[in-house]
Each structure stands twice: as structure tokens, then as C-alpha cells.
């Protein structure tokens, strides 16, 4: 494999404090994310995973540590150019997709692109191919509210994917699909991992997703813990 670094976290800590009471959820967690690895972060619910995704992509702040993305501390930028960071190198697939309502799912997947000053044209020639990858050109002018929630899933890895990023975060990104819709979506990783060696952190609970990833590792009292390599 390529060794090169895409991500590292060292020595990162989240606590919650709402003034009342204390949440620590991680806890002096350590890792890297290597260019073209497939990684699986598995966990309990509320063991962490969403907080710990949020902080690796910049879009949530540790208590201590950092998150270096290739070879910049993001949270050393400040929030307009962290944005624009985070177009340039990640793709995010929220667990709640996060799609905008009012767009939409062929506007939704050409967003990113028009942000990064892209020609409507081409942003929409771009998206469109996207979303026939995910299986969902006849869905392409519907807004969210009127996908299924698997849908709704798909056309947020297509959001995710449509600006070619070096690594994507994926929060659970099938964990609405039935286990055909999600081997087809594990298919277009896959094939997006080996031809454009994007990679990929997946949260999932899908112990089979889990099992077709280079590595995974298992978030417990707040770090991280090698399941297989
Ligand atoms: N904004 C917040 N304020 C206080 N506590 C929070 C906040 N966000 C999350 N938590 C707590 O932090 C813990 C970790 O939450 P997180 O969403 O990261 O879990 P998770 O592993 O993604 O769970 P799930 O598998 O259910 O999605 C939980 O106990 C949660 O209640
Ligand atoms: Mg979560």
C-alpha cells in the first residue's frame, strides 16, 4: 500500500461541557489515514464515531489535540478557509444526510462544485454522472423530502464523491439500504477506491461493509482499537 498520509490525529480529545455536567467521548485518540486505504470505524452507539468523523473533516472543534489533513492542522484555519479546504480534499456523507430541502437532488450533487467556482454546465454534467453511478438518474429532479431515505443516502455519497476528494468520511452510509442497494454502494467505493485511490473512512454497523475494508477499528472508551489489518 502507499504509505503516504492523507489524515493523522494525535492525541485528540472531545469533551462536552454544557456548563452542567461533563461528557468526555474521546479520550487522547490517535490515528492515521493513509492515501487509497478503506478504513471501518465500528462502535456502539454514543460511543463516539459521528463526533469523531465531524472532527477529522474540520466540521467540529477537539477540546485538545489536532487533525492534521494533508500536512495542514485544519483547525488552525479559520472557517472560510476550512471550508474551503474541506472542498478541496473531503467528501462528507452525514448519517443524516444534511441534503437541502429546497434543491433539488441533481442541484444538491452540483453544489459543491458551483461553491468551488465551476460553470453551472460542467457542474451539472458532472453531477448528473454521478447520480447515474448511484443508480438514481430518473430521481434527479426530486427534492429530498420526496426520496426514500436510502435515496436520500445515495445521492449524499454522489454529493460526497462529485468533487473527486482525496478521502471521504462516511457516516453509516448504508445503513438505510436494503443489503443489495448497499453491496451496489460498496461496489461504487470500491471501484471509485481502486481507480481514483480516494480513500475511505466508513462508520458503519454493517459487520459485512466492515469486513470488505482494508482495516478496522473499534472506537471503546474513547480510542480507537485494531479489529483487523
Ligand atoms: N453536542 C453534544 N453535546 C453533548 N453531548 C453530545 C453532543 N453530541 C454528542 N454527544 C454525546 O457524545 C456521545 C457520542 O455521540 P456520537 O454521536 O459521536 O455517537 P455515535 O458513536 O456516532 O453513536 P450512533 O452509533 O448512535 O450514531 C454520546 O453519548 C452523545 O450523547
Ligand atoms: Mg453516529
Do not use: W
Request: net charge neutral; with cysteine.
Amino acid at each position: 500500500m502507499n504509505k503516504d498520509i492523507i489524515i493523522e490525529c494525535q492525541q485528540i480529545e472531545k469533551i462536552y461541557d454544557d456548563g452542567a455536567s461533563q461528557v468526555q467521548v474521546l479520550k487522547s485518540l490517535d490515528l492515521t489515514v493513509y492515501k487509497g486505504e478503506r478504513l471501518a470505524i465500528i462502535g456502539q452507539s454514543g460511543s463516539g464515531k459521528s463526533t469523531l468523523l465531524h472532527l477529522l473533516g474540520g466540521l467540529d472543534q477537539p477540546s485538545n489535540g489536532k487533525v492534521i489533513v494533508h500536512g495542514t492542522d485544519i483547525h488552525q484555519l479559520n472557517v472560510k478557509k476550512q471550508g474551503e479546504f474541506r472542498n478541496q480534499y473531503l467528501g462528507f456523507v452525514y448519517q443524516f444526510h444534511h441534503l437541502l430541502a429546497e434543491f433539488t437532488a441533481l442541484e444538491n450533487v452540483a453544489m459543491p462544485l458551483l461553491i468551488r467556482g465551476n460553470k453551472p454546465a460542467l457542474a451539472t454534467k458532472k453531477a448528473l454522472e454521478l447520480i447515474d453511478r448511484v443508480g438514481l438518474v430518473d430521481r434527479q429532479s426530486h427534492k429530498p423530502g420526496e426520496l426514500s431515505g436510502g435515496e436520500r443516502q445515495r445521492i449524499s455519497l454522489a454529493r460526497a464523491l462529485v468533487t473527486n476528494p482525496t478521502c471521504v468520511l462516511a457516516d453509516e452510509p448504508t445503513g438505510n439500504l436494503d443489503q443489495q442497494t448497499a453491496d451496489e454502494t460498496y461496489g461504487l467505493i470500491l471501484e471509485l477506491n481502486k481507480s481514483l485511490d480516494t480513500s475511505f473512512v466508513i462508520v458503519t454497523h454493517d459487520r459485512k461493509l466492515a469486513a470488505r475494508m482494508d482495516r478496522t477499528l473499534k472506537l471503546m472508551n474513547g480510542h480507537l482499537e485494531t479489529v483487523s489489518d
